[in-house]
C-alpha cells in the first residue's frame, strides 16, 4: 500500500501568508472554470433532447443511437490530444479563449442542423471544445493555485461542471412541452418537440460560451507555464497579483529550485521522461483515475437517464423532471466535496466515494432484476450522484492536475485526459447493445464490479497529495516517493 504524503510545513508557510488578493484569485480561478460549465451543459444537454431529435431524424437502431450521443466525444478526444501540445507551444489563456469560440460556434450550428451528418459534425465540432476546455481548465487551476487551497480551487472545475449539468437540465425541462402518454413517433415529430425544442435546447449553449469568451479574455496566463518558457517577470508579476509579492518571491524560489534540480539530471525526450519510474507511476494512476472516473457508469446516469427512468417505470414528463433533481443533487454533493476536500484528502473521498458506489449498484442491479419501480430507483441513483460528486467526479481533476512535474504538466495531463475521452465514448457507445444483452440490472452488476476492482487499485496505489505544493510534488515524484 503506498504511504500517505503529508507536508504540514507548506500547509503553515502559505496559510500564514493569508493575501487580500484571495478575492482575484478565486476570480481567475472561477473564469477558468467556465470551461467545466460548458463541458457539463454541452455533454448533458443531449440527455433531454435525445427523445426528440432521434424522431426527427428517424434513428431507430440502437447503433445510430448510441452514435449520435457519443459522436461529440471523438471531437473530445481529438480535443484533449491536441490540448497538451497547443497549451505547451501557446500558453493556457489562449486554449481557454479558442475552446469558448468554438463553442459558440458549434452550438448554433447544432440547433439550426438540417440534415443527420450535419447534426453530428457540428457535435464532433463540439467536443472539440469540451476536450480542450477539459485538459486546460482543471492544469491551468491548479498552475494558478497555493497548495492550501488547490483543492477547492480545481474543484471548482467539477463545481462547474455540475452547474452546467444543472443548467442543462433546467433548461431541456423548460423548454420541452408535456409529452402524453403514449404518444407516438409520429405525433412527436409534428410537435413543437420534435420540431424545435431540441434546437433551442442546444441553442442555448451560445450564452454561457460568450461568458466565458470574455472570462477568458480577463484572466492572466498560467504563471508556471512563464515560468517554464524564462519569462520569469511575467511570472513573478502574475504571482504578485494572485498572493502578494511574499508568496510570488517563494514560489518562483520553489520553480527555479525544482528547475535546478532537472537542470542536472541528463536531459531526455518527453516521451523518455514519461518513461521515468516516478513519472511513469503518476501517469498510470492519472490513466486508471480517469478511466475510473468514466467506467466506474455515472454518466450513463445522466446521458441515457430517460432509458433508466423508464425502466423503472416513469413517462417522459417525470423523466425531465427527475433528471432535474438528479442535477440538484449533483450540485449540492459537490459544494460538499469542494469544502471538504482540502481537509479530508484526496484518498479519503475517493476510496470512500467508489465503495459506496460499488454498493449501490449492486443494489440498482438487484431491484431491476425484481422489477421494482418507483421512488426505490430514484433514491438509489441520488444516492449513486451524491457518492460521485463527492469523490470521483472533483477529486480526478484534481488529482490529474497536480502529480505531474512543471515541465511535461500539459502532455502528461493529455494523455490522462485522453484516455478519460476514449473511455468515456467507449461506456457511451456501448451502453444500448450492453443494455440488450445484459439487461439494465446486468449492466449495473458490471459497473459494481469495475468498482471494486477501483477501489483495490486505489487502495494499492493512490497517495496523498493534499497541502504539498506541486513543486514538493515535484520532487517526490522524482526521488520515487510519490
Not at 449520435?68 to 497538451?84: F, K, T
Not at 466515494?353 to 433514491?379: C, E, Q
Not at 490522462?416 to 451502453?431: E, H, M, N, P
Request: proline letters at 4%; charged letters at 10%.
Amino acid at each position: 500500500m503506498t504511504t500517505p504524503i503529508h507536508s504540514p510545513a507548506s500547509t503553515t508557510t502559505l496559510q500564514g501568508n493569508a493575501s487580500p488578493r484571495t478575492g482575484y484569485l478565486w476570480f481567475v480561478a472561477a473564469s477558468g472554470a467556465l470551461g467545466g460549465l460548458l463541458f457539463g451543459y454541452d455533454w448533458v444537454v443531449i440527455g433531454g433532447a435525445k427523445p426528440f431529435y432521434e424522431v426527427y431524424f428517424h434513428l431507430v437502431s440502437p447503433e445510430w443511437q448510441g452514435w449520435a450521443m457519443s459522436c461529440a466525444l471523438i471531437g473530445c478526444l481529438i480535443g484533449a490530444v491536441a490540448a497538451g501540445s497547443l497549451s505547451d507551444r501557446f500558453g493556457r489563456k489562449p486554449l481557454l479563449i479558442v475552446a469558448s469560440l468554438v463553442f459558440v460556434m458549434s452550438s448554433f450550428g447544432t440547433a439550426l442542423a438540417a440534415r443527420f451528418v450535419i447534426f453530428v459534425t457540428w457535435r464532433i465540432l463540439g467536443g472539440f471544445a469540451i476536450g480542450l476546455a477539459s485538459g486546460v481548465s482543471p492544469m491551468y487551476i491548479a498552475e494558478i493555485s497555493p497548495a492550501h487551497l488547490r483543492g477547492r480551487l480545481v474543484s471548482l472545475n467539477q463545481m462547474a461542471i455540475v452547474i452546467g449539468i444543472l443548467m442543462a437540465q433546467v433548461v431541456n425541462w423548460l423548454i420541452a412541452h408535456p409529452v402524453p402518454a403514449g404518444a407516438t413517433p409520429a405525433a412527436i415529430l409534428a410537435s413543437w418537440n420534435g420540431q424545435y425544442a431540441w434546437r433551442y435546447m442546444f441553442g442555448v449553449t451560445a450564452i454561457p460560451s460568450l461568458l466565458f469568451f470574455v472570462a477568458a479574455l480577463l484572466v492572466p496566463e498560467s504563471p508556471r507555464w512563464l515560468a517554464t518558457k524564462g519569462r520569469e517577470l511575467q511570472a513573478l508579476r502574475v504571482l504578485d497579483r494572485l498572493g502578494g509579492a511574499v508568496y510570488a518571491r517563494k514560489v518562483l524560489e520553489e520553480l527555479r529550485s525544482a528547475s535546478g534540480e532537472e537542470s542536472t539530471a541528463p536531459r531526455v525526450s518527453p516521451l523518455r521522461e514519461l518513461a521515468h519510474s516516478g513519472v511513469a507511476r503518476a501517469l498510470v494512476l492519472g490513466v486508471v483515475l480517469a478511466v475510473l472516473q468514466q467506467w466506474c457508469g455515472i454518466n450513463v446516469i445522466f446521458n441515457y437517464a430517460q432509458e433508466i427512468f423508464a425502466a423503472a417505470g416513469y413517462q417522459i414528463s417525470g423523466i425531465l423532471f427527475n433528471i432535474v433533481i438528479t442535477g440538484a443533487v449533483n450540485v449540492a454533493f459537490t459544494i460538499v466535496a469542494l469544502s471538504v476536500i482540502d481537509r479530508f484528502g484526496r484518498r479519503f473521498l475517493l476510496i470512500t466515494g467508489i465503495t459506496a458506489l460499488a454498493a449501490i449498484y449492486i443494489a440498482l442491479g438487484v431491484l431491476y432484476r425484481l422489477h421494482f419501480t418507483g421512488v426505490p430507483m430514484l433514491v438509489l441513483v441520488l444516492a449513486a450522484i451524491a457518492a460521485y460528486s463527492m469523490s470521483l467526479a472533483p477529486v480526478t481533476w484534481v488529482v490529474i492536475s497536480e502529480i505531474f512535474p512543471n515541465r511535461i504538466r500539459s502532455s502528461a495531463v493529455s494523455i490522462a485526459v485522453t484516455s478519460l475521452w476514449i473511455a468515456c465514448f467507449v461506456l457511451t457507445y456501448t451502453f444500448p447493445l450492453l443494455n440488450v444483452a445484459l439487461s439494465t440490472a446486468g449492466v449495473f452488476f458490471t459497473y459494481a464490479a469495475i468498482c471494486l476492482a477501483g477501489l483495490l487499485f486505489l487502495y494499492l496505489r493512490l497517495p496523498e497529495t493534499q497541502n504539498l505544493t506541486l513543486e514538493e510534488i515535484e520532487m517526490r515524484l522524482h526521488a520515487g516517493r510519490l
